[in-house]
């Protein structure tokens, strides 16, 4: 049952996905873990604390986070089945859909290809700075392509592969989880001195959550690719994450591209190696067809699912 859970609630995400007009009247589930991060860490990530001390609340905080997510969705599920009975798994799936990405990943993603692709630089500026954290401003078409296309390809193991997999294995409790630790990291594991001690636990935490899923994710990327394997083996290794270089050398392969390479944060050129041996001018039309080899991985993970359903 938890396989057609998890079936379910990828569809349910891929059809309709976070309506805009829900999110302008109550936001997003995944905001509720934005606001206790933030609040944890403005109350016990003081300036004037040791660095032994703020990881120490940092591990206090991850445990907090992780406890009280596990028991709210463990409780969910079971007063959804307590409900509706023998239907309760598809109010688990109902539940569990928002925290999948499948269709809000591509509709962020696919405006970049589209405004490159009339010549609009600077709306695809725009439209990229939506969803990566590196300068734009300064970007020409190449860079805002790959800009796309990386973070295409590693969320799709944050957004979709390691959401799914949790899904699986835990029910609504480990797709939640998951989420939860998944937003911890994003806004406190930093290597930057505010958040290096106190952020510690949250970015090995959700290094240890993506181990499986990310090379999952890298996988189907190179089934749904059809290519890119030697890319993958070879270069993953040369992401910052031990994690995202397998999605994202797996595209890079597929698409003969090379990602990565020096990139602006915060005014600060950082010279990151490059991913893939393929041409660095990455196009609109490489975009596009990123994403159908995203629909593409999605549809193998939904295929996988189903056969572990009807098994």
Known sequence: MASGVAC??????????????????????????????????????????????????GIAAMALLIGGTFLVALAIEQMLWAWLGR???????????????????????????????????AGARRAVGMIVGRDTGALDEAG???AAIESLSESFCDGVAAPFFWLLLLGLPGIWTYKAINTADSLVGHREERWRAYGWAAARIDDAANFLPARLAGLLIYLAGMGGWRVMARDHRHHASPNAGWPEAAMAGALGLRLGGPSAYDGIMQDKPWIGDGRAAATAADIARALRIYIRACLLLWIAGAIAWAA
């Open 87 to 121: 239907w309760g798994w598809i109010g688990v799936a109902a539940a569990a859909a928002p925290g999948l990405a499948v269709r809000s990943l591509h509709d962020h993603v696919r405006p970049v290809a589209s405004r490159l692709a009339a010549g609009d630089l």
């Open 144 to 146: 805002v392509a790959r």
């Open 8 to 57: 379910v609630a990828l569809a349910i995400d891929a059809l309709i996905g976070w309506p805009p007009a829900l999110y302008r009247r109550i936001g997003h589930p995944v905001g509720l873990f934005a606001r206790v991060i933030d609040g944890l860490e403005g109350r016990w990530n003081r300036p004037g604390r040791s660095d032994v001390a703020r990881r120490a609340a």
